[in-house]
């Protein structure tokens, strides 16, 4: 609960991944093809992705890798390089994955979200001392 309390599922995802890893490699070749199917279809249906295409296809292989890996660190990077231009506008109707989308894809307010590990946004409201806190106590 108190990782996804900023808005950022990602790093539960992580956690889910390494939890049936290890759980699966227990069960046997069998369960784990079907656990593995199942993770990849609730996957798919939660990005609306039920056609087998090859679009759909290639998004579902591309897709986690890019949001797991990929996309969190260019936003961290994103929010170190607007808080050191002074960017955010903290008392803004839009939150602060909102104006990082706009800031790095030029694009209008509202219209995306830029996703970070929830530290990100600690470092932006409160500054990097708490960041480092939050760090401290949470690892």
């Known amino acids: 609960m108190a990782l996804t309390a900023g808005g950022n599922k990602g790093i539960v995802s992580f956690f889910i991944l390494f939890y049936l890893l290890i759980y699966v490699k227990n069960l046997g070749v069998l369960k784990s093809s079907v ?22 296809i290639n998004y579902l292989v591309e897709s986690p890798f890019r949001r797991l890996f990929a996309t969190q660190g260019v936003g961290f990077i994103g929010r170190i390089k607007m808080v050191a231009e002074n960017k955010f506008n903290l008392q803004s109707d839009y939150n ?44």
């Open 35 to 56: 656990g593995g199917f199942a993770v990849i279809f609730i996957y798919a249906v939660s990005k609306g992705r039920t056609s087998l295409d090859a679009e759909s």
């Open 96 to 139: 602060i994955k909102q104006q990082l989308y706009s800031e790095m894809y030029n694009m209008p307010l509202g219209t995306g979200s830029g996703p970070t590990h929830f530290l990100g946004d600690i470092y932006v409201g409160y500054g990097i001392i708490l960041m480092w806190l939050a760090i401290s106590f949470f690892y």
